[in-house]
C-alpha cells in the first residue's frame, strides 16, 4: 500500500513536473510569437503608410484639377494674361491608348506562345529562353527605351513614333508575359493532358485546344499586369515617342502619353502646370488599381475553379 502511493504522488510530482515545463515552453513560445506578430504589423506599417499617405497626396491634390476640359482639351500654354490656362491632356490620354494598343499587339502572342513552349518543354532551347525572360523581367526599363530608340528611331529611321514606344514597351512586357503564361500552363492538372493524349489527340492539340483554354484566366491575368506595368513607364518611351501635342494615333507619328506630360509639366514654371502633374497621376493610379484588381478577381475565380 505504500508502495502504491509512493507511486502515485511521484508521478503526481512527475506530470506537474511536466506541466510546468511544457507551460515554461508554451510561455516561450507565445513571446516569440508575439515578438514576430509585433514586427510584422511594424514592418506592413511601414510599407502601407507611405503608400496611404502619398495615394491621399494625390487624390487631395488631383482631384480638383480633373474636370471635363482635363480629357477633353489639348494642352495649352499659360500666359500672363490667363496663367491658368492649362487646357486638358487628351492627347495623351490618346497616346497611352495607342502605344497600349499597339504594344499589345505585338508583345501578347510573342508572350503567350513563347510561356507556353518554355511551360511544355524541358530543352536547352526552352531553358535558355526561360533564364531570359527572367532576367528581362528585372531589367531596368531604361534599357528597353534605348535598345528601341537605336534600332527602330535611328537604324530603321522611323524616327520619334507611336511605333518606336510601342516597340519599347512591348520589350518591357514580353518577358512578363512569357513567366505568367508558364506560371498559369504549369499550374493545369496533368491528368487533362494524360487524358488528351489517351484519345488520340497530338501534343500541339492538346495544348492549344485543352491547356490553353483552362490556363486562359491566369494568362489573362499576366497580359494584365504587364499592361498595367507599360501604361505608367516613363523612361522606355521617353527617348522614343517625341511627346506630340496633337491628337495622332498613327504609328509612325509622334504622339505623347501619361508619364511623358508628367514629366514635361512637372518642370513647368507655371504653377497650374504644375498642379495638373496631380491630376494626370490620379488617372494613372485609378487605371493601375483597376488594372490590379482585374487581376486579382481572375486570379481568385481561377482558384476557386481549380
Not at 44 to 54: D, K, M, R
Not at 55 to 71: C, D, H, Q
Not at 104 to 109: A, C, F, G, N
Request: hydrophobic content about 55%.
Amino acid at each position: 500500500m505504500t508502495d502504491l502511493f509512493t507511486t502515485i504522488t511521484t508521478n503526481d510530482a512527475l506530470r506537474a513536473e511536466i506541466q510546468a515545463i511544457s507551460q515554461r515552453g508554451r510561455n516561450a513560445r507565445l513571446i516569440r510569437s508575439r515578438i514576430v506578430i509585433t514586427l510584422c504589423v511594424i514592418a506592413l506599417a511601414i510599407a502601407v503608410i507611405p503608400l496611404a499617405a502619398l495615394s491621399w497626396e494625390i487624390i487631395v491634390k488631383g482631384l480638383p484639377v480633373i474636370k471635363a476640359s482635363f480629357f477633353t482639351q489639348l494642352p495649352l500654354t499659360p500666359n500672363l494674361v490667363n496663367p491658368n490656362m492649362t487646357g486638358g491632356v487628351s492627347n495623351a490620354i490618346v497616346g497611352s491608348l495607342v502605344l497600349v494598343l499597339y504594344s499589345s499587339i505585338l508583345s501578347v502572342p510573342v508572350g503567350v506562345l513563347t510561356g507556353i513552349y518554355t511551360a511544355e518543354n524541358e530543352n536547352r532551347t526552352a531553358s535558355l529562353i526561360r533564364l531570359m525572360a527572367q532576367t528581362m523581367a528585372g531589367a531596368p526599363s531604361i534599357l528597353m527605351g534605348l535598345f528601341a530608340f537605336a534600332l527602330i528611331c535611328q537604324q530603321l529611321g522611323f524616327g520619334y513614333s507611336a511605333l518606336a514606344g510601342s516597340f519599347a514597351l512591348a520589350v518591357l512586357m514580353v518577358p512578363v508575359i512569357v513567366v505568367a503564361t508558364e506560371i498559369a500552363v504549369r499550374n493545369v492538372p496533368q491528368t487533362l493532358r494524360e487524358a488528351g493524349l489517351a484519345l488520340g489527340a497530338k501534343p500541339h492539340k492538346v495544348s492549344m485546344k485543352i491547356v490553353l483554354p483552362t490556363a486562359l484566366s491566369g494568362i489573362v491575368t499576366g497580359c494584365i499586369l504587364a499592361i498595367s506595368r507599360a501604361v505608367g513607364e516613363a523612361a522606355p518611351v521617353l527617348f522614343t515617342i517625341g511627346g506630340a501635342t496633337l491628337l495622332n494615333w498613327k504609328p509612325t507619328d509622334p504622339v505623347s502619353a501619361l508619364p511623358i506630360s508628367i514629366y514635361i509639366d512637372a518642370k513647368s514654371q507655371w504653377p497650374s502646370l504644375r498642379a495638373m502633374v496631380f491630376g494626370i497621376a490620379l488617372v494613372l493610379l485609378f487605371v493601375v488599381f483597376i488594372a490590379s484588381f482585374t487581376a486579382r478577381f481572375l486570379v481568385g475565380r481561377q482558384q476557386r475553379k481549380s
